[in-house]
């Protein structure tokens, strides 16, 4: 077998196509941090707070959040600046909820422009898709959507 050289070119993009930066973080929380209902002292949930605030993303989507978000926004912005706190934002519509409670929520530092209309059909709502569209401090905007699909456990 011969061997060969692998090299890489490294080059940056023209100035104008330069966008803005942003830090984003998707977590299913898998039952709001309670680990299904098994985790009762809160912990679980903290422990993920004090990632997400280690990870520090401009925008954070959490799928089953499911009765934590104003820990998770109290625990988010929790000693930030005024300009570097986060806005929490709520893509399931309550007529959406199934037994399990409120689903996908959009924590960001950015300006929430928009929530974006939500279309019910048999087999799609709020419950499994929402978005929103972001200010960026450039004056530009981006479009940011959350979606949690069902599996089937015994799914091969």
């Not at 890489?8 to 942003?22: D, N, Y």
């Not at 990632?51 to 993303?57: F, I």
């Not at 689903?103 to 898709?129: C, G, H, M, Q």
Request: overall charge negative; glycine content about 10%; hydrophobic content about 35%.
């Amino acid at each position: 077998m011969q061997s060969m050289d692998l090299g890489v070119t490294i080059t940056s993009l023209p100035e104008q196509h330069v966008g803005t930066p942003l830090r984003l973080m998707s977590w299913n929380l898998f039952v709001g941090g309670t680990i299904n209902g098994q985790e009762k002292t809160g912990e679980n949930l903290n422990q993920m707070i004090d990632y997400m605030n280690e990870v520090d993303p401009d925008v954070l989507f959490v799928i089953e959040g499911y009765g934590s978000r104003q820990k998770i926004l109290d625990g988010l912005n929790a000693g930030r600046p005024a300009g570097q706190r986060f806005t929490g934002v709520q893509l399931t519509r309550p007529e959406d909820y199934s037994a399990n409670g409120d689903n996908l929520w959009l924590y960001t530092k950015l300006e929430v422009e928009k929530v974006y209309p939500r279309y019910a059909d048999a087999d799609i709502t709020s419950f499994n898709l929402g978005g929103a569209r972001l200010g960026l401090p450039n004056g530009k905007h981006v479009h940011a959507f959350s979606t949690w699909t069902w599996h089937e456990i015994s799914a091969n």
